[in-house]
Antibody, heavy 122, light 107 residues
């Protein structure tokens, strides 16, 4: 049974970079799963941010075009973690951020972290 | 980007009643439609993948149907734990997108 846990600062200043890490246990991130980030502004719906998946020694990243210019998703197989960096944040980036794991690149997500609230405020 | 439109926004029903939730895609997505349930303060929970495949541990009262652009999630007889928000997601094209959600509330 895969388990995912998000970690990172809960408060980020406007114009700075939001950085989150997801630690995966119960399985390897270099498996056939796809690892995604999804966010949910308070009281609103879900937005897919992007994902990373591995194929042998190569990894592939997929980004939401609406965030692509500010977004980097990376993985660390030695730590079994994947990470999100979102630059130049504004109040509109305030949300609960979830990491999730699913089968295939165009994934549906079986496994979710508990989510972490990130507030963008000075 | 494929837009998913869920209706109704809110469904007010009593325990024991049946619920029918709709998700319409802006273009054909074959059967690549997923349903999640989300309760307050919790992460979404996978219910149905690829239009009609119940996830492990999901009760048989949850069923999904549809293809192309029109999809339905049916809950045959609502139990107290089923009152939640339901989201659809398409996995046919990048970027992955979610519908706006349907809240099933107690009448």
């Amino acid at each position: 049974q895969l388990q995912l846990q998000e970690s990172g600062p809960g408060l980020v200043k406007p114009s700075e970079t939001l950085s989150l890490t997801c630690t995966v246990s119960g399985g390897s991130i270099s498996s056939s799963y796809s690892w995604g980030w999804i966010r949910q502004p308070p009281g609103k719906g879900l937005e897919w941010i992007g994902s990373i998946s591995y194929g042998g020694s190569t990894y592939y990243t997929y980004y939401n075009p609406s965030l692509k210019s500010r977004l980097t998703i990376s993985g660390d197989t030695s730590k079994n973690q994947f990470s999100l960096k979102l630059s130049s944040v504004t109040a509109a980036d305030t949300a609960v951020y979830y990491c999730a794991g699913g089968l295939g690149e165009l994934a549906f997500y079986h496994y979710w972290g508990q989510g972490t609230l990130v507030t963008v405020s000075s | 980007e494929i837009v998913l439109t869920q209706s109704p926004a809110t469904l007010s029903l009593s325990p024991g009643e049946g619920a029918t939730l709709s998700c319409r895609a802006s273009q054909s997505i074959s059967r690549y439609l997923v349903w999640y349930q989300q309760k307050p303060g919790q992460a979404p929970r996978l219910l149905i993948s690829d239009a009609s495949n119940r996830a492990t541990g999901i009760p048989a009262r949850f069923s999904g149907s549809g293809s192309g652009t029109d999809f339905t999630l049916t809950i045959s007889s609502l139990e107290p734990g089923d009152f939640a928000v339901y989201y659809c997601q398409q996995r046919s094209n990048w970027p992955l997108t979610f519908g706006g959600g349907t809240k099933v509330e107690i009448k």
